[in-house]
C-alpha cells in the first residue's frame, strides 16, 4: 500500500492514561512530519493538540465515554461538549456494551443519538468494542449505530476485556451491514503495511494506530504498543 495514501488516513493516537502535555506535542509533530489526517487524543488535551496543529491541517479527534463507555448519558455526554468547545474536529465515542448484551438498544440508541447532538455536526464514531461481541451483537450493534446517525463505526478501543484489535473478518462483516455511506475506523493491533492495507481492502476508511510511525519506517512495533 502506498505510505502516502496510508498516512492519509491514519489517524494517530494516544489515549494512554499517563500521557503528559510534551507527549501530545510529540503526538502532534510526529502528526505534521508524516501526513497523518489526525490525532486523536482524550478531551482534556483537544485545546493543546488544536493549538499545537494550528495551521497543519491536522485535525483533532477527541474519545467521549473512553474507555468502557458504560457512563450515564447524562455525563458521557458533557464530554463532546467540552471537546467541541476546545475545538474538536471528530468524536470517537464508545457504545454501551453493557446495555446492548442486556437488550436494551433502545437506551444504546438514545445514547449514540445523544452525544451526536452534542458534537454539533461533528462526525461521530461509535466504538463497538468487537472482541467483546458475538456475531449476533456485533451486527445488531452495528444496525444501531447506524440507524442512530454515526458517521463511522469504529471497532475497538484497544482497552477492551479481551484485547482484541480490528480483524478483517469483522471489518467485512460491519461494511456489509452498514452499506458503503458509512464510514468505518479499524482499530486495534494494526502494527504492520500489510495489516492495513488488507483491512482497506475489506473495506476500512481510516485506520486508528498508536503505531504510526512504525508503519511509515517499516519498524517492529513494542508488544506494549496498540
Known sequence: ????????IIEHTNV??????????????????????????????????????????????????????????????VEPEYAVRSGADEIDMVMNRSWLKS?????VMRDIRAVIRAAKGRPVKVILETSDLTIDEKMRAVKIAVKAGASYIKT?????INKGGATVEDVRLIR????????????????????????????ATRIG????????????VEESKY
Open 209 to 220: 494506530t498508536s503505531s504510526g510511525v512504525e508503519l511509515m519506517e517499516e519498524k517492529e
Open 16 to 77: 494512554n492514561p499517563n500521557a503528559t502535555p510534551s507527549d501530545i506535542d510529540k503526538l502532534c509533530e510526529e502528526a505534521v512530519k508524516y501526513g497523518f489526517y489526525a490525532v486523536v487524543v482524550p478531551p482534556i488535551y483537544v485545546r493543546h493538540a488544536k493549538k499545537k496543529l494550528r495551521g497543519t491541517g491536522v485535525r483533532v479527534v477527541a474519545v467521549v465515554g473512553f474507555p468502557w463507555g458504560n457512563n450515564p448519558t447524562a455525563s458521557k455526554v
Open 1 to 8: 500500500m502506498d505510505k502516502k495514501v496510508l498516512a492519509g
Open 156 to 160: 475497538s478501543t484497544g482497552y477492551g
Open 176 to 203: 456489509s451491514i452498514a452499506g458503503p455511506s458509512v464510514g468505518i475506523k479499524a482499530s486495534g493491533g494494526v502494527k504492520k503495511i500489510v495489516d492495513a492495507a488488507r483491512l482497506v481492502e475489506a473495506g
Open 103 to 107: 437488550g436494551d438498544e433502545r437506551a
